[in-house]
């Protein structure tokens, strides 16, 4: 365990559902990301949360809206997704604030399938 | 532009044999460096760091060694075994803490 869950682990839904992924961390960290996971691509940074405050947007459509109502809480709002948007969604996170050699920690990820 | 590979997508080793995966980057401004371990059906597991000021760093039966003048990245693993089996990922960190990540070397242990 690296003490940071993430719920649920699969999900399934059609592109007109509205879902959200949650990730917790218990490790004391103020930092927080989204990564996607697509087979044979390296990990996309998605978004950054440093000390509850959204750092870093990476082009991420807004179709995915995350939220960071304290540094121990994530989410992932979904709707309206399409298929390509299947894939395995990490939570990490970090010591954040100085950022210099900041050692990230993952979540187990949520396999999502877009039907 | 900025990347950061690994030299082959897969590695077959025999089982107590040492392994070595390989990592090359090309931004001269990362100064800190990790390999993850992922296993089937897990997310990304830290295995070892170094930074920029060091050459070499030993864990338990591993071992990251840093070449900054051809900018490559390396992990040996002394006497694999099979729980040893995953996909092993570099990444590279510039003074922020973005981390930029490898494709990944899918190592697999014959018994």
């Known amino acids: 365990e690296t003490g940071v869950t993430q719920t649920p682990r699969h999900l399934v839904m059609g592109m007109t559902n509205k879902k959200s992924l949650k990730c917790e961390q218990h490790l004391g960290h103020n930092a927080m990301y989204w990564y996607k996971q697509s087979a044979k691509k390296p990990l996309e940074l998605m978004f950054v949360?440093?000390?509850?405050?959204?750092?870093e947007n990476n082009s991420v459509p807004s179709r995915f809206s995350p939220e960071c109502p304290n540094s121990s809480h994530l989410f992932l709002h979904l709707h309206t997704l399409q298929p390509e948007d299947s894939a395995l969604y990490l939570c990490?996170?970090?010591?954040?604030?100085?950022?210099?050699?900041?050692?990230?920690?993952f979540g187990p990820g949520t396999r999502l399938t877009v039907l | 532009g900025e990347s950061v590979g690994l030299h082959l997508p897969t590695l077959s080793v025999q089982e107590g044999d040492n392994s070595i995966i390989n990592c090359a980057y090309s931004n001269s401004a990362s100064d800190y460096f990790i390999w993850y371990k992922q296993e089937s059906g897990k997310g990304p597991q830290f295995i070892i760091d170094i930074r920029s000021n060091m050459d070499k760093r030993q864990g338990q039966r591993v071992t990251v060694l840093l070449n900054k003048t051809v900018k490559h990245l390396s992990l040996q693993i002394a006497a694999t075994q099979p729980g040893d089996s995953a996909v092993y990922f570099c990444?590279?960190?510039?003074?922020?803490?973005?981390?930029?990540f490898g494709a990944g070397t899918t190592v697999t242990v014959r018994a």
């Open positions: 949360y440093n000390f509850k405050e959204q750092t």
């Open positions: 990444a590279e960190n510039k003074h922020d803490y973005k981390l930029s």
């Open positions: 990490a996170s970090s010591q954040g604030a100085s950022g210099e050699g900041d050692t990230q920690y």
